[in-house]
T-cell receptor, first 112, second 115 residues
Framework: SQQGEEDPQALSIQEGENATMNCSYK?????LQWYRQNSGRGLVHLIL?????REKHSGRLRVTLDTSKKSSSLLITASRAADTASYFC????????????FGEGTQLTVNP | DTEVTQTPKHLVMGMTNKKSLKCEQH?????MYWYKQKAKKPPELMFV???????INESVPSRFSPECPNSSLLNLHLHALQPEDSALYLC??????????????FGQGTRLTVV
């Protein structure tokens, strides 16, 4: 079963704007990861945040993690048309071994 | 080499056919995964191999049979599939660290159509 829930399901913005996507999960985690998927293609790992971290940056990406609320957010700043894709959070549970469970995803459309 | 290579990219098969999907990585990763993804849905975990041993089977029907011949290769054997099995099948690999696996690297997937 999928443990991560994401909102919004779909997000449409203009180039240059910031995009924020949220992810909630149900069980204790070892780490939380964000992935991007262009239509019909494989997933690309974007960023990983461990359960003892609260915020992480990578280029135009900023990820936060609130383990007390079991939630994470992904912020993409200064968006570009090329950022158009589906974004998924994925969690590794503390006791789930190698299981990596994906949320429902957010479809981001960045209009030029 | 940070690639996971999946073949074939597309596959059309009849319900009585037997076919195999192949996946290869040369990153030294010791965990390998099969996921199934339907349109506009997240990937669903099917199988995990850790150190070439099957560690997770998410109650997948026996018409799907995984195989890990060595640390670089992962196969998914298909037999007597149903049209509802049509989907994008994704292979992934990751390291297995002291606190469990880290980020996964995905192949481009095999688009399977069962007719």
């Amino acid at each position: 079963s999928q443990q991560g829930e994401e909102d919004p399901q779909a997000l449409s913005i203009q180039e240059g704007e910031n995009a924020t996507m949220n992810c909630s999960y149900k069980t204790s985690i070892n780490n939380l990861q964000w992935y991007r998927q262009n239509s019909g293609r494989g997933l690309v790992h974007l960023i990983l945040i461990r359960s003892n971290e609260r915020e992480k940056h990578s280029g135009r990406l900023r990820v936060t993690l609130d383990t007390s609320k079991k939630s994470s957010s992904l912020l993409i700043t200064a968006s570009r048309a090329a950022d158009t894709a589906s974004y998924f959070c994925a969690t590794r549970g503390e006791t789930s071994g190698s299981r990596l469970t994906f949320g429902e995803g957010t479809q981001l459309t960045v209009n030029p | 080499d940070t690639e996971v290579t999946q073949t074939p990219k597309h596959l059309v098969m009849g319900m009585t056919n037997k076919k195999s999907l192949k996946c290869e990585q040369h990153m030294g990763h010791r965990a390998m995964y099969w996921y199934k993804q339907k349109a506009k849905k997240p990937p669903e975990l099917m199988f995990v191999y850790s150190y070439e041993k099957l560690s997770i089977n998410e109650s997948v029907p026996s018409r799907f049979s995984p195989e890990c011949p060595n640390s670089s290769l992962l196969n998914l054997h298909l037999h007597a599939l149903q049209p509802e099995d049509s989907a994008l099948y994704l292979c992934a690999s990751s390291q297995v660290g002291g606190r469990g696996p880290t980020e996964a690297f995905f192949g481009q997937g095999t688009r399977l159509t069962v007719v």
